[in-house]
C-alpha cells in the first residue's frame, strides 16, 4: 500500500502525525541538548537578580557580556557538552525519522511493527548518514581548496572580488551538499518502501542516484520550498518577536517567544515532511 | 512539470519573503530610542581658550618622493626658540623611522610583535641624516658630534643628543638646516609602503619637546607608545610623481605640475606634527561640514565606507565642536587605506586622520567605521589640541578620547554604538566595561605606555579602564556635571600639554570632593570596587516567650503556635569590597510586590538593610541602574528568592537546539 492509494485527508493526517512525530522527538532532544548550557547560566549568578535573565538581553548588551566574561569557562565546557549531545541526538534522531518515512508510505501499519521497522533500518541509515557526512565534507573541502587555487590568480583584482569569490564558492558547496541531502533523503525512502532487510546501502543509494538521473530537476526543486520554508519561518518568527515582543521578566513575554518559536519550528518541520513524502513517491517512480 | 513549477514558485515566494524578513532584521538595532546629547554651545562659565600655541619648533620642509624606490630626500629648517627658563646646551632629536631600521632596534626587538599593529617589518626603513648646520652659522656640520645610539641602548638610533656649539639662552631662537634620506620599510605602525601606497607618518627628523624647566622630553620609539611634540607651524612642500594622489596635514596652498611630477605644497599653522600618504589609485571626496573643509581619500570600490565615513564626520564635529571647543582648522583629512595597508589605519595626526576596515565593514548592523573615524576624529582634541605626552601618560589622550568617543556613538546610536541588528544592540560602553573588568586591576592606569606589559593591556586599561572610569564617575555623580569639567579642561589646556594634575586640578575645581578622589583612587592606585550580597534573611516575628520577671511578680510566656505571621524582620548585608567608594542604591522587592529603593552612601565596606514589614524580603539588587561600570563583578550584585531565573534563556536555548538539530540533524 502507498499514499497513492489513500484519499487527501487520510494523507493530510498521515502527514501531520509525521510532523508531530518529528517535533516532539527533536523537541526532547533539544530539551537535553540545550540543558548544560541552561545549567553554566544559571550557576554564573548572572541571572539570580528579581528580573531573572531578562536583564542579559537589555539593550547595549552590558550584562551579557558580563555573563560571558564571568563565566567563559562554564560556558565553554558547557558547549562542549552540549556539541556532543547534538551529534549523539542527531543519530538518535534517525529513529524518528524512520519511523515519519514509515507512517508515510503505510499509514495503517500497527506501531508495535512499525517501531520494530525503524530500529531494523536504523544501522543503513546510520551508514547511509555517515556515507552523506564524508560526501559533503569532502565537497566543503573541495569548495575551499578551490577557492584557494583561485587567490593567486586573484590577486590582481579589487578587494570586493577577492573576498566574494572564496564565499561564491563556499555557497556553491553549501548548495551541492543541499543537493546530496535531498538524494540522502531517497535512499532512506527506498530503504523505507522496500522493507527488505537484504537491501543494503549501496543498492539504495544506487535507486536514488538512478531517481537523480531520471528525474533531476524534481530532485533539485522539490527539496528548494523545504529550505526556503525553513528560512521563512525563522526569519519571520525572529523578525515578529524583536519588532512586537521585548524581552521582559513578564510571563505572557516568555509564553509568546515559546509559542511562536514553536510554530516556526512546525512550519519548517511540516515542509520536510512533504518533501518526504515526495522522496517516496520519486523512489516509487523509479523503480 | 506542474509539481516542478509549483516548487519553484513556492521556493521562490519563500525565498523573497525570507529575504524581506532578513534586511528588516539587520534594520533592527533593538534601539526604540537614541540617546540625545544637549547641546553645549550655550553653556556658561567656559573659560577662555588660547587662540594659537606657544610655537617652540617650526618646520620648513622640501621632500622629493620616490615612488618606485619608496624613498625621499628631503631638506628641512627648524625654527626653534627656547621657551623654557634654562639655558640649553644640546637639542634632542627623534627620528623615529630608524626603529624599522633593523630587528635589533628597540621597536624591532620585542620577541612579543612590534607594536600596536603587531608586526615586524618585512623590508627595513631608515632615514639618514646627512647634514646639520646653524642656518647664518660658520657652517659645521653639528650632526658629527651627535651620539651615535640612543641613550644606554647602543643598538637603537631613534633618540639621538646633539651637543650645541653655543649655549641656547632662554628666549633666544636657533635657525637650524638639515638634509636627510629616507628609505621607507613595508608598512609597519602606519609608516611605509604596501604596493604604489605610501604612508609618511614620522618621516622626518623631528625635535623632542622641550619642556618649561630645559629638559627635553625624549624617548627612543618603543612598540607600545605614541608621541609628544612641541607645537610650530609646518610649512611643507612634496614633490611627487603626476599620477599620485595626496593627503596630508594642514592645507594645500600651492601646486604646479611639470614632466611628469607635481609640486605640493602644505602650510599647518599651531600643529605638532606632520604626516601625509600618496597612493595613486585614491578616489577622492571633498565635504564643508561645520565650517571645515573636510577630504576623504578612500580605496575603489568602498563608497559605502566612504558615505559612513562622512557621515561620522558630519555628526561627530560638530558634536566635539560643542563638547570640548571648536576645531580650529581648516581642512580635515580622512584617509582610508587599502585593505592590505589596513596596518596604516585608525591613526591620528594634527588634521589629518586614518581610518579602516574591508568593503564590507557596513553590512551586518556593525558601526566598525562609525567607531574608528569618531575615535580619531576625537584625537583632534585629545592628542592635538591637548597634547599631552602620549609616551608618560597614555591615559590622557587614548583614555579620555575613549570615553569621548563612546558618548558621541551613544548620543548618535544608542545603546546600539557599536552593533545594532535582530533585535539586539551592543553599546561602547558595555565593551568598555568588559575589557575594563577583564584586565582593568592588573596594572595602573597612570603610568608610561613603555611600563605596561603588553599592548593587550595597555589596550585595556589606558583605552577601556580610563573611558570606564570617567563613564562610571559621570553615571554617579551626573553626566552633564562631568561632561562640563571635561569641557572646561579641554578649553583651559587647548594648545598646550596638560598632565594628569591639570587634569584633576580641573576636576577638583568641577566636581565632588569624593569624585575627584575616586578619579585619583582609579588613575594612580589600581583601584577597585566590588559591590555583593551574600543572602537574604526573613524572621517571622510573634510575642516573646519565657519567664518575665516584672513589677506584678514572676509570668511565663509560652512560645505562639506557629500560624502565618503578621510581621517579617528581614535583613540583606551589603559589602562592598574594594578601596573605591561609590553611593549605591539597594532596591528591595518584597513577596507582596512592593518594592523600596535604599540609598547607601558606600563610605563604609557593610551595608545592614533592615526592613520590618508585612511581606518578606524576596529580591535584593544593588545598583539597579548599573551605574558603577567599575565593579569589578556584577553577577553578586543580587539575589532572588523567588521563581525560574532564567526562562528566557531556557526557551531560547531550546529553540536553538531545535534549529541545530534541523540543520545538523536528518
Sequence with gaps: MSDHTLNRATRLSTAAAAGMLLWISRTLLALLVSYPVLLAIRGSGMTNGPDGDAVLFQPGSLLLLELLRVDAVGLTAAAQISLLLLGLSAIFELIPLALALDLLWLPKHPLRERLTRALGLFPRFLLLGAIALLVQAALMLAASLLGAAFKPVLSSADERLRSIAPLALLGLGLFACGWFGGVLDIARATLVRRDAPELGVRAAFAHALLCLRERPFRVLVGLYPSVAGSALGLLSAAWLLTRFVPVSASSVAIALSFGVHQLAMLFAIGWRVRWLGAALELSAESD | MRRITQDLLLGAVFSALSAWFLRALLLNTGVTTAATAPPLEAAPNWPVSAESAVKVASYEIEAKFDSERHRLEGRETIHFVNRSSAVLNELWFHLYLNAFKNDKTLFLRSPFGAGR??????????????????????????????????????????????????????????????????????????????????????????????????????????????????????????????????????????????????????????????????????????????????????????????????????????????????????????????????????????????????????????????????????????????????????????????????????????????????????????????????????????????????????????????????????????????????????????????????????????????????????????????????????????????????????????????????????????????????????????????????????????????????????????????????????????????????????????????????????
Excluded at chain 2, 609608516?191 to 622641550?210: C, E, I, N, Y
Excluded at chain 2, 577583564?438 to 580610563?466: C, H, M, N, P, W
Excluded at chain 2, 583601584?527 to 519567664?547: F, H, K, M
Excluded at chain 2, 562592598?576 to 565596606?605: C, I, M
Aim: proline share 6%; hydrophobic share 35%.
Design chain 2, 117 to 666: 599593529s603587531g608586526d615586524k617589518a618585512k623590508q627595513y626603513g631608515y632615514v639618514d641624516v646627512k647634514k646639520l648646520t646653524v642656518v647664518d652659522g660658520d657652517g659645521q656640520d653639528l650632526w658629527l658630534k651627535r651620539d651615535r645610539h640612543s641613550p644606554d641602548d647602543p643598538e637603537d638610533e631613534t633618540d639621538l643628543r646633539v651637543p650645541l656649539e653655543h649655549p641656547l639662552e632662554p628666549g633666544q631662537t636657533l635657525d637650524l638646516a638639515l638634509e636627510f634620506e629616507d628609505q621607507l620599510p613595508e608598512l609597519v605602525e602606519r609608516t611605509g609602503f604596501v604596493d604604489s601606497f605610501h604612508f609618511m607618518g614620522q618621516w622626518f627628523p623631528k625635535l623632542a619637546r622641550l619642556e618649561p624647566n630645559g629638559s627635553f622630553a625624549h624617548f627612543a620609539f618603543h612598540p607600545q607608545s605614541e608621541f609628544y611634540a612641541d607645537f610650530g607651524d609646518y610649512d611643507v612642500t612634496l614633490d611627487v610623481p603626476s599620477t599620485f594622489q595626496v593627503g596630508a596635514t594642514g592645507s594645500r596652498v600651492n601646486e604646479s605640475a611639470s614632466q611628469g611630477r607635481t609640486r605640493l605644497r602644505y602650510q599647518a599653522a599651531n600643529v605638532h606634527d606632520f604626516a601625509w600618504t600618496a597612493w595613486d589609485r585614491f578616489q577622492a571626496r571633498s565635504e564643508r561640514i561645520a565650517g571645515v573643509e573636510v577630504k576623504l581619500l578612500y580605496p575603489p570600490h568602498q563608497q559605502q565606507n566612504a558615505d559612513a565615513e562622512l557621515a561620522s564626520v558630519r555628526f561627530a564635529l560638530p558634536h566635539f565642536n560643542a563638547r570640548y571647543g571648536p576645531y580650529p582648522y581648516p581642512t580635515l583629512t580622512l584617509v582610508h587605506p587599502p585593505e592590505a595597508a589596513s596596518n596604516a589605519g585608525g591613526m591620528e595626526y594634527p588634521t589629518l586622520i586614518t581610518t579602516g576596515g574591508p568593503w564590507y565593514s557596513t553590512f551586518g548592523g556593525g558601526h566598525f567605521i562609525d567607531v574608528v573615524t569618531t575615535h580619531e576624529l576625537g584625537h583632534q582634541w585629545f592628542y592635538g589640541l591637548l597634547a599631552s605626552n602620549e609616551h608618560a601618560e597614555p591615559f590622557l589622550d587614548e583614555g579620555f578620547n575613549s570615553y569621548a568617543e563612546a558618548e558621541a556613538l551613544e548620543s548618535r546610536f544608542g545603546s546600539a554604538s557599536v552593533f545594532g541588528a535582530f533585535g539586539h544592540s551592543v553599546s561602547s560602553t558595555a565593551l568598555n566595561r568588559l575589557f575594563s573588568a577583564a584586565r582593568g586591576a592588573d596594572e595602573k592606569v597612570a603610568q608610561g605606555a613603555a611600563d605596561f606589559a603588553t599592548f593587550r593591556s595597555l589596550g585595556a586599561i589606558v583605552y577601556s579602564r580610563t573611558a570606564t572610569v570617567l563613564a562610571t564617575v559621570a553615571r554617579v555623580y551626573g553626566r552633564e556635571r562631568v561632561n562640563h569639567a571635561l569641557g572646561v579642561y579641554t578649553r583651559k589646556f587647548r594648545f598646550q600639554h596638560p598632565t594628569t594634575a591639570d587634569f584633576l586640578a580641573v576636576m577638583q575645581s568641577e566636581l565632588d570632593e569624593r569624585a575627584v578622589t575616586a578619579l585619583k583612587l582609579s588613575f594612580s592606585e589600581r583601584a577597585t570596587v566590588d559591590y555583593l550580597v551574600r543572602e537574604i534573611s526573613n524572621a517571622p516575628l510573634s510575642a516573646a516567650a519565657g519567664v518575665f520577671d516584672g513589677p506584678s511578680g514572676r509570668e511565663e510566656k509560652k512560645p505562639e503556635a506557629p500560624r502565618k505571621a503578621a510581621e517579617y524582620a528581614s535583613r540583606v548585608v551589603v559589602y562592598r569590597h574594594g578601596v573605591l567608594q561609590f553611593p549605591v542604591e539597594v532596591a528591595l522587592g518584597f513577596e507582596d510586590g512592593t518594592k523600596q529603593l535604599r540609598h547607601w552612601d558606600g563610605s563604609s565596606s557593610t551595608f545592614n538593610v533592615d526592613n520590618l514589614g508585612p511581606s518578606r524580603l524576596v529580591s535584593v539588587n544593588v545598583d539597579p541602574e548599573q551605574r558603577i561600570l567599575l565593579d569589578d563583578d556584577r553577577s553578586n550584585n543580587w539575589l532572588s528568592i523567588q521563581g525560574d531565573p532564567a526562562p528566557h534563556c531556557r526557551e531560547g536555548a531550546l529553540y536553538a537546539a531545535q534549529i541545530l538539530l534541523g540543520a545538523l540533524g536528518p
